[in-house]
């Protein structure tokens, strides 16, 4: 089997950890591994499959001889994702810089894999949110075509990253502990708290992250017509971003016609069984790569609508598993 000379940019972070455990599980075929990040990084230590990697500084030059590039995120995609494709590698980034270039595709592999045959050397993975919603709605929308989507998210603290989880853990004991809060991650206190504020607001009074999710899934479903509203809410919640999802389609799609397309969709667990309390929840997804579909229902408030819930490791599926499955797709087409 040919092996990739493979890079990663951000490696010392959350998400750079993430995508280097991915690696090791799917056992990506790796040439030479090249970690990479801020200068402050320089020299650390990291063990990758029983070896130790130094950690270098992420420079135009250091993006040389790679085949493949992941970037866990961040500012210097912008410069250094251009660079990696001018010297001849692909870069796959997890920031937004990229997402909305009309000449760079975004891609869910189990929704949209046809788009990376047109890639000019950058391929964006898409917002957390927005992927484990498309994963689950893209075989509903092949089968009955939606014609609207109203979106509300229940996003977890790690979202927004060590220092979102590090305040809900700091913050609950000193709710317990009759102690005075002061955020500093967010915009108001979170333990035992939602906040309906995630990113800056539009000129139209929704989010940045309410409006990713409507942009990103209409390139990636190629379909501008699709009306989508969403609502992005902070939770305290570690780890798995839940959402709860109202679909109105062309032709009328039951419930038991959906539950059926989903438990065979691609990257989906089917998890519905009401009458024994089943149904997804972050604690049973955190560190899984698949997205869980359930609460399947009819919605009795139009004709041919449905409800469904959501629920996926937004770390994993949402940034790190969505990332290497792009690489082995561009592997297994040949494309790289």
């Known amino acids: 089997m040919k092996k990739y000379n493979v890079g990663i940019v951000g490696a010392t972070g959350a998400v750079g950890g993430e995508l280097l455990k991915v690696l090791a599980e799917k056992n990506f075929p790796i040439q030479n591994l090249k970690l990479l990040a801020s200068e402050r990084s320089k020299g650390k230590i990291i063990n990758y499959q029983g070896t130790d990697y130094v950690v270098d500084v992420a420079t135009p030059e250091a993006m040389d001889g790679l085949d493949i590039v992941l970037f866990a995120g961040g500012a210097i995609s912008k410069t250094l994702a251009p660079e990696a494709a001018k010297r001849g590698a692909i870069a796959i980034d997890n920031s937004s810089t990229f ?4 000449e760079v595709p975004l891609v869910v592999p189990e929704v949209n894999p046809e788009d990376v045959h047109w890639h000019k050397g950058i391929i964006a993975n898409p917002n957390c949110s927005t992927i484990q919603m498309v994963v689950a709605l893209k075989p509903l929308h092949d089968a009955a075509k939606i014609k609207r989507i109203v979106v509300s998210t229940y ?33 108001h206190q979170i333990a035992f708290n939602v906040i309906p504020h995630i990113d800056v607001f539009k000129e139209n009074d929704y989010t940045k992250e309410e409006m990713k999710m409507a942009w990103e899934t209409q390139k990636m479903f190629h379909d501008d017509d699709i009306k989508i509203s969403a609502t992005a809410v902070r939770v305290p919640v570690y780890r798995s971003h839940s959402e709860a999802i109202n679909i109105e389609t062309e032709r009328t799609l039951t419930p038991e016609e959906a539950k059926a397309i989903l438990a065979k969709a691609p990257g989906v667990i089917l998890v519905d069984d009401i009458a024994n309390n089943q149904y997804p929840m972050p604690v049973e997804s955190s560190d899984t790569d698949e997205v869980y579909v359930g609460r399947i229902r009819k919605d009795i408030s139009c004709d041919n609508g449905l409800v469904l819930w959501v629920v996926a490791d937004q770390i994993r599926k949402g940034a790190a598993t969505n990332a290497v499955q792009i690489a082995e797709l561009l592997v297994k087409e040949g494309l790289v």
């Open 99 to 102: 997402r909305y270039d009309p």
């Open 155 to 187: 996003q977890a603290v790690s979202g927004a990253g060590k220092e979102g989880m590090e305040e809900l853990a700091t913050q609950t004991k000193q709710v317990i502990n009759g102690e005075a809060i002061e955020p500093k991650t967010f915009a």
